[in-house]
């Protein structure tokens, strides 16, 4: 074994133990039977309702337990729909809210709130809002459009 495989080995147990830890703190923070319900739903049907956050969030990953565990969220700043060869798919313009304002951690977070809604397959695009940028210092800010991985609009 090189030690790139024992660095890709520990990397993989490493994430797996950190999705663990992640899924165990959702469980214990939501009602499994109302996300279970929001997953299900198409969020077309969602869209002018009180339930398209939430059910946003239902769709995250491990990612979740971050912006819960600190006091942050997700808030909706528009959407359109998309329509390519009679299949309709959603682009959303989203910010942060709460704690997660100016974290140092936020270019993670805005990649993992990225990746894990654009792979349910109503949803095309994910871009954030140019106002998020406002929140961080210079040289946060030239951190995140430098390593974020995501497009502000």
């Known amino acids: 074994m090189t ?3 024992l660095v890709a080995k520990y990397a993989a147990e490493a994430k797996q133990s950190l ?3 992640a899924q165990k703190r959702i ?10 319900k929001l997953r ?3 969020i077309f049907d969602m869209i002018e309702s009180d339930d398209l956050v ?4 239902a769709r995250l990953g491990s990612v979740r337990a971050a912006l819960d565990g600190h006091g942050g969220g997700i808030k909706v700043e528009s959407h359109v729909v998309l329509t390519v060869q009679n299949e309709s798919t959603l682009d959303f313009v ?4 709460g704690a997660c304002l100016s974290c140092g951690a ?4 805005l990649d993992g709130i990225k990746a894990d809604l654009e792979a349910d397959d109503e949803i095309s695009n994910i871009r954030f809002s140019s106002a998020l940028l406002d929140t961080f210092d ?6 995140i459009l430098a390593h974020g991985n995501v497009e502000f609009v």
């Open 54 to 57: 939430p059910a946003l969030l």
């Open 3 to 5: 030690d790139d495989d």
């Open 19 to 21: 999705d663990q830890e």
């Open 27 to 36: 469980e214990e923070s939501v009602d499994p039977i109302y996300e279970a």
């Open 40 to 42: 299900a739903r198409s």
């Open 94 to 97: 989203l910010d942060l809210t």
């Open 106 to 109: 936020a270019p993670g977070t």
């Open 138 to 143: 210079e040289l946060g800010r030239e951190f």
